[in-house]
């Protein structure tokens, strides 16, 4: 059973680019999650999916970012017009809803550094 | 609005003491879980444990325990004869059950940076 997987794992970006992020979740799990880590915090809530339904959006996720799980697999997030601001360790999570869908297990994460 | 406090940021011990990390959380929902995860240097987030809001009763899992008490909104995590393979950054978790039984988003707290000397 393979963990979460996330694509790049790193990525520098000059201000104002647009980037975007994979996460493949645990196949069967159908609900995916999108959060956020700056240095020094706890990850922060960013949206999340059930199968392609995007169920919930953060105030964080402003109108630069978009997430999108089209076939309720993989997930991408993109950010346009990436600021310094943005900087951060991307962190994705999935879990099964069910009797035992309470745990969200989390991928390796994606650095990105806007400079 | 839920919160998780780790007032502990950063916890020091020498190689078999035994190590408690504090966890206080908020939150006005009568069914929540709790959670504790560890992010070693790595970076990967490591499931540790969940705790329903309904079940009180202490785990343990080898060097592992956790003291779960509602009365003080706290969900406090032990580690007995530390290692240095302990070193790490452990987060305290909330967050609400819905519909499916399946949690929504994860409130973390700030983490408590632990390191563990030979």
């Known amino acids: 059973d393979t963990g979460v997987s996330q694509d790049p794992r790193h990525k520098i970006t000059k201000r104002g680019q647009n980037v975007t992020f994979r996460c493949d979740p645990i196949s069967e799990h159908n609900r995916l999650y999108w959060y956020r880590q700056t240095l020094g915090q706890g990850p922060e809530f960013l949206t999340y999916f059930q199968n392609e339904a995007q169920l919930e959006k953060s105030r964080l996720l402003s109108d630069r970012f978009s997430a999108e799980r089209p076939k309720g697999s993989f997930s991408t997030l993109e950010i346009q017009r990436t600021e310094q601001g943005d900087s951060a360790m991307y962190l994705c999570?999935?879990?099964?809803?069910?009797?035992?869908?309470?745990?969200?297990?989390f991928g390796p994460g994606t650095r990105l550094t806007v400079t | 609005a839920q919160k998780v406090t780790q007032a502990q940021t950063e916890i020091s011990v020498v190689e078999k003491e035994d190590v408690t990390l504090d966890c206080v959380y908020e939150?006005?929902?009568?069914?929540?879980?709790l959670f504790w995860y560890k992010q070693p240097p790595s970076g990967e987030l490591v499931f540790l444990i969940r705790r329903n809001s309904f079940d009180e009763q202490n785990e343990i899992s080898g060097r592992y325990s956790w003291n779960f008490q509602k009365s003080t909104s706290s969900f406090n995590f032990t580690i007995t004869a530390s290692q240095v393979v302990d070193s790490a950054v452990y987060f305290c978790a909330l967050s609400e059950v819905n519909y499916g039984g399946a949690t929504n988003k994860l409130i973390f707290g700030t983490g408590t940076l632990l390191a563990v000397q030979p």
């Open positions: 999570a999935s879990s099964l809803v069910g009797s035992d869908g309470y745990e969200q297990y």
């Open positions: 939150t006005r929902d009568t069914t929540y879980y």
